[in-house]
């Protein structure tokens, strides 16, 4: 069976500080991979998603980026944290194609300070 | 652009009671695919149903259903026989087919809580 993974569960980073959080999937090949952002109280918003290794699309501009370096890897990066960044950060996967459901990994909860 | 609208931003039932969670969306597409995730306190999001927009059916699973109504756009949740366990945020999503990709535009979510 798949199996989703992400960590830390938890982090406090001060503003202006690096940032990397990691998404690893199990029990499938070649998925196409998401990041999504759920600020307090609202939706979740789409980051970046990737259909394959090396290949990232980006949704929405900001100072925040994605890698794929291995096929079940994602990782979501930022040089210099900003308040605005703090959220509830989820990792998805899907089977390639349409019409796949989406399946989340616990999440991150990040807090700037 | 694909939207979502959930205009219910709480709800509350009785345990063991049935309750009805709207989701209205817009797009130009004619062949897509929707879903309702389940978000509970751990946060956790949670796949409860998914829908083919070409399919007529209502698609069910156990003591959830959907009301998919096509020309209205309508993609309604029906919970029955309530239950503690089904308190949580739930959120309503849209996927089209245009595009491989897969990327799901979620609505805000409706809080339900479930009282004893």
């Known amino acids: 069976s798949q199996t989703i993974h992400q960590w830390p569960a938890t982090l406090v980073q001060p503003v202006g500080s690096p940032l990397s959080l990691e998404c690893t999937v199990e029990?499938?090949?070649?998925?196409?991979l998401y990041w999504y952002r759920q600020a307090a109280g609202r939706g979740l918003q789409l980051l970046f998603y990737?259909?394959?290794?090396?290949?990232i699309s980006s949704e929405v501009p900001q100072n925040l980026s994605a890698s794929r370096p291995q096929d079940r890897q994602f990782i979501l990066s930022s040089k210099k944290l900003l308040l605005s960044d703090s959220g509830f950060y989820l990792c998805?996967?899907?089977?390639?194609?349409?019409?796949?459901?989406?399946?989340f990994g616990p999440g991150t909860r990040l807090t700037v300070t | 652009a694909q939207t979502v609208t959930q205009s219910q931003p709480e709800m509350s039932v009785q345990e063991a009671e049935t309750v009805t969670l709207s989701c209205t969306y817009d797009?130009?597409?004619?062949?897509?695919?929707l879903f309702w995730y389940k978000q509970p306190p751990s946060r956790q999001m949670i796949l409860v149903i998914r829908?083919?927009?070409?399919?007529?059916q209502n698609a069910t699973e156990n003591r959830f259903s959907v009301n998919f109504q096509k020309a209205a756009k309508s993609f309604s949740l029906k919970i029955s026989d309530s239950q503690l366990g089904d308190t949580a945020m739930y959120f309503c999503?849209?996927?089209?087919?245009?595009?491989?990709?897969?990327?799901?535009?979620f609505g805000k979510g409706t809080k339900l809580s479930v009282k004893p």
């Open positions: 797009t130009s597409e004619s062949n897509y695919y």
């Open positions: 990737s259909v394959g290794i090396g290949q």
């Open positions: 999503a849209f996927m089209g087919w245009l595009g491989s990709q897969g990327n799901l535009i």
């Open positions: 029990g499938t090949s070649n998925p196409n």
């Open positions: 998805a996967w899907s089977v390639l194609g349409v019409g796949g459901e989406q399946y």
């Open positions: 829908q083919e927009a070409y399919k007529q």
